[in-house]
């Protein structure tokens, strides 16, 4: 599936401009975001937190742990206590460190989201104002300066080129060198 920034990635400013409805100079008015929140809501992804019980029993359902319970069970049915005790502790030793893997995967996705920003300056009603991030909608106009997280996929409109950090997307650990023009991924 294309993302809509890759299509306004590829036309002029002025054709952005026009797609979105909005004015690069103005930015939007209070009625046109009070729709585009309702039609788009908030700029944020929903999450469900799984619960503790389903992380620790998804460890045990799999192809690889059914072979290994199988071969608990099959151990068990002869008898074989010695093997069927090995076996449930690979079992149980392979469940815990998969599980403290996702731990800190989990983690370090916390620690990342805790980098971005909470506010930024957007034109509205032709006047820069700072508001919450997650209230920014398709073409509202934002204003980025030294040290900004880029809070949403955004389309430069003019200033000098910028270097953007776009780890979390490529992995390139790098800045990536943007244009006027170009679109700038939000992390």
Excluded at 18 to 44: I, M, S
Excluded at 168 to 181: C, D, H, Q, R, Y
């Amino acid at each position: 599936m294309q993302k809509h920034t890759d299509i306004y990635g590829s036309q002029s400013i002025e054709e952005t401009v026009r797609a979105l409805h909005t004015n690069a100079g103005h930015g939007l008015n209070a009625p046109e975001v009070a729709k585009r929140l309702e039609q788009y809501g908030y700029n944020e992804i929903e999450e469900k937190e799984e619960p503790l019980w389903h992380r620790i029993f998804r460890r045990f359902w799999g192809p690889i742990p059914w072979m290994i319970e199988v071969a608990a069970l099959l151990s068990a049915i002869v008898q074989k206590w010695e093997d069927f005790t090995i076996i449930m502790i690979m079992l149980l030793v392979n469940a815990f460190l998969d599980f403290i893997q996702e731990h800190r995967a989990l983690n370090a996705l916390k620690a990342l989201k805790q980098g971005l920003p909470n506010e930024v300056i957007v034109l509205r009603d032709g006047e820069f104002n700072t508001v919450p991030a997650r209230e920014l909608v398709p073409g509202d106009v934002v204003k980025l300066t030294i040290g900004d997280i880029v809070p949403a996929d955004v389309q430069l409109l003019k200033g000098d080129y910028l270097l953007v950090d776009q780890a979390a997307m490529t992995g390139e650990s790098l800045p990536v060198s943007k244009a006027i023009n170009e679109v700038a991924y939000a992390n």
